[in-house]
T-cell receptor
Framework: NAGVTQTPKFQVLKTGQSMTLQCAQD?????MYWYRQDPGMGLRLIYY???????DKGEVPNGYNVSRLNKREFSLRLESAAPSQTSVYFC????????????FGAGTRLSVL | DQQVKQNSPSLSVQEGRISILNCDYT??????FLWYKKYPAEGPTFLIS?????DKNEDGRFTVFLNKSAKHLSLHIVPSQPGDSAVYFC??????????FGTGTRLTVIP
């Protein structure tokens, strides 16, 4: 079972470059999420999509855009990368419900020089 | 402001002993609490959860305790094993689409 798949696993960008992080889930979940993890900060929500066709901002959305391409795929785009966006990015998915158990991908390690 | 706090960045425990990881939260509207485990170069994986209407949930070697009046929960691992060495994140659900994560505690189990 693949679960949540993220590509790429690693990426190095120069300041000002753009890129898209890809995420796909095969669990037929309605909700998908993008987080970033920084040292000492835990996981912070960037954007989420409660269902196909909807997206909402999380705690730290500035500098990012998202697209819920279909039920399986949720992409995160950096239009003009900045060194402050150096981080590990995680995609997650879940069924709707109060417990909200989220299943995570392995992460994308992004460095912006 | 951080709504979920894990004040101990690290914890070391001897193999076979109990590991106790702590978590505090500020929002009394949280209705579910979850623990995640994370190995290096992997994503967090769900470990155990507890509803706000309960005070204890047990799953094998893992038990989570919730003290609502103190807004405090803890994860007990008994007995601790070297394979338990990882970063543990506490998270709280607001019943909508949001999980609020703590900053994590790195557990090292010494053989």
């Amino acid at each position: 079972n693949a679960g949540v798949t993220q590509t790429p696993k690693f990426q190095v960008l120069k300041t000002g470059q753009s890129m898209t992080l890809q995420c796909a889930q095969d669990m037929n979940h309605n909700s998908m999420y993008w987080y970033r993890q920084d040292p000492g900060m835990g996981l912070r929500l960037i954007y989420y999509s409660a269902s196909e066709g909807t997206t909402d901002k999380g705690e730290v959305p500035n500098g990012y855009n998202v697209s819920r391409l279909n039920k399986r795929e949720f992409s995160l785009r950096l239009e003009s990368a900045a060194p402050s966006q150096t981080s590990v990015y995680f995609c997650a998915s879940s069924e709707r419900g109060p417990k909200n158990i989220q299943y995570f991908g392995a992460g994308t390690r992004l460095s912006v020089l | 402001d951080q709504q979920v706090k894990q004040n101990s960045p690290s914890l070391s425990v001897q193999e076979g002993r109990i590991s106790i990881l702590n978590c505090d939260y500020t929002n009394s509207m949280f209705d579910y609490f979850l623990w995640y485990k994370k190995y290096p170069a992997e994503g967090p994986t769900f470990l155990i959860s507890i509803s706000s209407i309960k005070d204890k949930n047990e799953d094998g070697r893992f038990t989570v305790f919730l003290n609502k009046s103190a807004k405090h929960l803890s994860l007990h691992i008994v007995p601790s094993q070297p394979g338990d060495s990882a970063v543990y994140f506490c998270a709280a659900s607001d019943g909508a689409n949001n999980l609020f994560f703590g900053t994590g505690t790195r557990l090292t189990v010494i053989p």
